[in-house]
């Protein structure tokens, strides 16, 4: 019996010991189905209508240094601010929003643009897609990378008729009087400078002075 015990134990310790080094070296996979990404992208001029987004892999672990970008390119209608070097994110070709990760996995993009979008925009972590978003509201209805009574008068005739996601601006599935709250809490808010999504004119810098 003591035999049997002692067999045993090494078996079981031999396991404990050989199960890590299994797994030694092999990079954490983010998973589309544990990770966390908000519904829609919801962007301000002033950079103040943050994008959440918490990457953890299969077994729920917050892979921290994971690279997440937001792909814009099938979105023309979307301003994107220049960087004026206080952004924790990069801006890339197409555009592609870029953001690394904290140590609890997560990335709070403050995305400085304007316009709206129905989508798709894809966001991946580490070239894995993790959703596809089919709405991209903003105070800046117009996208002209200021918010001012222009764009409550977009809002207004949106707010009329059917659901329309792009006039949902706080993400809440619903369009009402909080959603022109919303916009008025951003009244003013603006950049000096866009950068146009199309990929044809990327490079060039559209100056608006106010």
Same mark, same amino acid.
């Given at each position: 019996?003591?035999?049997?015990?002692?067999?045993?134990?090494?078996?079981? &310790?031999?396991?404990?010991?050989? =199960?890590?080094? =299994?797994?030694?070296?092999?990079?954490?996979?983010?998973?589309?189905?544990?990770?966390?990404?908000?519904?829609? *992208?919801?962007?301000?001029?002033?950079?103040?209508?943050?994008?959440?987004?918490?990457?953890?892999?299969?077994?729920?672990?917050?892979? @921290?240094? #994971?690279?997440?970008?937001?792909?814009?390119?099938?979105?023309?209608?979307?301003?994107?601010?220049?960087?004026?070097? #206080?952004?924790?994110?990069?801006?890339?070709?197409?555009?592609?929003?870029?953001?690394?990760?904290?140590?609890?996995?997560?990335?709070?993009?403050?995305?400085?643009?304007? !316009?709206?979008?129905? @989508?798709?925009?894809?966001?991946? =972590?580490? @070239?894995?897609?993790?959703?596809?978003?089919?709405?991209?509201?903003?105070?800046?209805?117009?996208?002209? &990378?200021?918010?001012? =009574?222009?764009?409550? !008068?977009?809002?207004?005739?949106?707010?009329?008729?059917?659901?329309?996601?792009?006039?949902?601006?706080?993400?809440?599935?619903?369009?009402?009087?909080?959603?022109?709250?919303? *916009?008025?809490?951003?009244? !003013?808010?603006?950049?000096?400078?866009?950068?146009?999504?199309?990929?044809? #004119?990327?490079?060039?810098?559209?100056?608006?002075?106010?």
């Amino acid at each position: 019996m003591r035999t049997r015990r002692t067999i045993l134990t090494l078996i079981i &310790a031999a396991l404990g010991v050989a =199960a890590p080094a =299994a797994h030694a070296g092999t990079a954490a996979v983010p998973s589309p189905a544990t990770s966390t990404v908000d519904p829609c *992208l919801r962007i301000c001029p002033a950079g103040d209508m943050n994008f959440h987004v918490v990457v953890r892999d299969y077994s729920f672990v917050p892979i @921290g240094n #994971s690279t997440v970008t937001v792909d814009l390119s099938a979105c023309p209608s979307v301003m994107v601010c220049p960087l004026i070097g #206080s952004e924790p994110y990069t801006i890339l070709p197409g555009p592609t929003i870029r953001m690394t990760t904290n140590a609890l996995g997560i990335a709070d993009i403050p995305l400085r643009a304007g !316009g709206t979008c129905g @989508g798709p925009v894809n966001v991946f =972590a580490d @070239g894995v897609l993790l959703a596809i978003l089919t709405a991209v509201p903003s105070p800046d209805q117009n996208g002209d &990378a200021v918010v001012n =009574a222009t764009d409550q !008068g977009i809002l207004a005739v949106k707010l009329g008729g059917a659901y329309d996601p792009t006039a949902d601006i706080n993400c809440n599935t619903t369009m009402g009087a909080d959603d022109s709250a919303e *916009l008025v809490r951003h009244l !003013g808010h603006s950049c000096g400078a866009v950068v146009p999504v199309s990929p044809r #004119s990327w490079g060039r810098i559209k100056i608006h002075y106010r």
